[in-house]
């Protein structure tokens, strides 16, 4: 019949599956000053998106002529967890990301496809706000366990965007 979920606060993990969430959208919001770095193991996720971020920045400010700003907020509905074979437990959360970029130069921009049909436009001159759906599961070790929460895979997905 399969494994039984676990509960969002449920024990006997390293994390339960609502930290395991919340502490990695907080890894996400902080990067490398977040008090939970340590308690994860480095992602090539994590890494893509922090390179997207500080290369996005570098042009903007480059230019001198804006900002960008990324945040992520853990999804409101309980994360969908599962027992491993190893006393762990899968995680399975998702978080919203807002990515926003800000030109005060008039600069345009063109926009990929499916971000210009998101959008409504194909050009933009200000700014572009960005919505995407990320989600995430994880490894959880077993309660005792020294070993880092992993990442397991990733997928986000862009759901809205505004742009003027």
């Known amino acids: 019949t399969g494994a039984e979920p676990l509960l969002a606060n449920a024990p006997g993990h390293t994390k339960t599956p609502g930290e395991t969430v919340a502490h990695y959208t907080e890894l996400l919001n902080r990067g490398d000053t977040s008090v939970h770095k340590a308690d994860f193991a480095p992602d090539a996720y994590r890494t893509e998106l922090n390179d997207q971020l500080r290369s996005d920045r570098r042009l903007i400010l480059a230019s001198r002529v804006g900002q960008v700003l990324a945040s992520h ?13 190893d006393g762990g437990a899968l995680v399975i959360g998702r978080v919203d990301q807002r990515y926003v970029v800000t030109s ?61």
């Open 73 to 85: 907020v853990a999804g409101t509905q309980a994360p969908f967890a599962l027992p491993t074979r």
């Open 104 to 164: 005060a130069g008039g600069r345009s921009v063109r926009l990929d496809a499916p971000l210009a049909a998101l959008a409504g436009r194909q050009v933009v001159t200000k700014q572009i706000e960005r919505r995407s759906v990320e989600l995430l599961a994880f490894h959880v070790p077993r309660a005792g366990s020294s070993a880092p929460v992993e990442l397991v895979a990733a997928s986000r997905a862009d759901v809205a965007a505004t742009g003027a």
